[in-house]
């Protein structure tokens, strides 16, 4: 009994219209030998991609050829597997329709695959459990990830989408498309923070990069209402909350720390606190963390409530295996990664 869901035929008149055009292949943007289910069909799907990358025309015979050469025109089926591509009365017009039904069936058998791997890690857990937390987190975002396409796109959709943006009557004469730091010297020079991007704050020791960091956080969170994560590696998760009550009440922050506040300071603070409460603000404190765990954090995070804006606080404190040379490549090495991150998490 077959498990896994397939349509031979989709996959027999898809193959068939490829043949007939080869230059369908070229709207085909992401098409590869595992959407195919049948080992049959990987092969003549790899053979046409290898013709057409030789520049050589894709036809019959020279299919044959290719597949005679590459030892596996009897282990698909002989000359009868090739005929049958094209007599059942396909239409490259219906290719489109044909790539659909293929890429639905590629798309469940890959989440059903999925999720036997994280099963057989589940087996496995308490071998390894950061290791099989890290596994898990990347197979699931694949899962989110599979209508992504790679390579170039047309530039004609990207188009579309700019002139709907200018068009679009919610956003403002000079309002930023990126997330705002609330400062509008900053906004003016970056053109808001967008996905994707990594944004260092630098500066001597204890000038307020931190607290920039937090009250830049406040004021996207504030004005926008973007889910932000806080890593801060070096305060607690009290520390950063002192801080944030002070920035939106206003109240002095070595008076909150003391306890040293007047009659009318209490109630800015609580109100604060009530603001600050009701924000989408996640912090994670936990200090000596590695990229590897922020990146796992970040994307469960990602994955359970949504996440728009990260922070870190501060990369001088990710902890490395200590297999670089000197500060300047393990900070290099750091930055990448926080950078591939950006990405992928937009």
Request: aromatic share 6%; proline share 2%; glycine share 8%.
């Amino acid at each position: 009994m077959e498990l896994y869901p397939y349509d031979h035929r989709a996959e027999q008149a898809l193959l068939g219209s490829l043949v007939l055009n080869p230059n369908l292949l070229l709207d085909m943007e992401g098409l590869d030998e595992n959407h195919f289910h049948h080992q049959a069909h990987q092969s003549i799907f790899k053979a046409i991609v290898e013709l057409k990358n030789e520049y050589s025309n894709v036809d019959y015979v020279t299919l044959r050829a290719k597949l005679l050469s590459a030892g596996v025109l009897e282990k698909i089926g002989g000359d009868k597997a090739l005929v049958s591509l094209t007599e059942n009365n396909i239409s490259t017009a219906f290719a489109e329709d044909y790539l659909n039904i293929v890429e639905v069936n590629a798309k469940s058998r890959h989440i059903m695959t999925t999720g036997e791997e994280i099963i057989k890690l589940g087996r496995n857990y308490l071998a390894n459990p950061e290791e099989s937390k890290v596994q898990i987190e990347r197979l699931m975002l694949s899962i989110n990830k599979l209508e992504d396409k790679k390579g170039f796109i047309s530039t004609s959709p990207v188009l579309k989408d700019l002139l709907s943006s200018l068009a679009d009557d919610s956003r403002k004469k000079g309002e930023l498309s990126g997330v705002t730091s609330g400062y509008k010297e900053v906004d003016n020079l970056l053109l808001g923070l967008r996905p994707g991007q990594m944004i260092v704050l630098a500066a001597r020791p204890s000038v307020g990069k931190s607290s920039l960091a937090l009250t830049m956080a406040l004021n996207a969170l504030r004005k926008q209402g973007k889910y932000t994560g806080f890593f801060s590696l070096e305060m607690s998760a009290v520390e950063i909350m002192e801080r944030a009550v002070a920035i939106e009440s206003g109240v002095n922050l070595r008076r909150i720390k003391t306890k040293d506040f007047y009659e009318s300071d209490l109630k800015q603070i609580g109100e604060a606190i009530n603001r600050i409460e009701n924000l989408p603000f996640f912090i994670c404190d936990q200090g000596g963390l590695t990229l590897a765990e922020i990146r796992s954090r970040a994307i469960k995070q990602k994955m359970e409530e949504g996440l728009d804006y990260l922070v870190i606080d501060y990369i001088g404190l990710i902890k490395t295996a200590g297999r670089f040379g000197n500060m300047t490549h393990e900070i290099g090495e750091i930055s990448m990664g926080i950078k591939a991150l950006a990405k992928e998490l937009e």
